[in-house]
């Protein structure tokens, strides 16, 4: 049961990392460390009312170079809900 966890929450990893270089990229901002982090997890249905494991991952990015701000990916199972980017200057 543990090695199914650990392999579920490695490809959840590598798809929030994918998804946050992709946003970077489309933003015109650096992906800084090219990392995730978890942040945050817990059990949520979705809309078949199954339950599955809510992440949250942070990355961090710049705009000039000089200054670094945050991201979140949410993602519910391996399924990407929502990003964040704090706001930042051009």
Request: glycine share 6%; charged share 25%; net charge positive.
């Amino acid at each position: 049961m543990a090695c199914v966890y650990w392999f579920n929450a490695q490809k959840a990893k590598e798809i929030a990392l994918g998804t946050a270089r992709a946003h970077c990229l489309a933003m015109g901002v650096q992906m800084l460390d090219d990392y995730v982090a978890l942040n945050g997890i817990w059990l949520k249905r979705d809309k078949l009312r199954k339950i599955h494991l809510r992440r949250l991952f942070m990355f961090e990015f710049s705009s000039t170079g000089e200054d670094r701000y945050n991201g979140t990916v949410l993602m519910l199972g391996r399924r990407v809900e929502s990003i964040y980017m704090d706001p930042y200057r051009i």
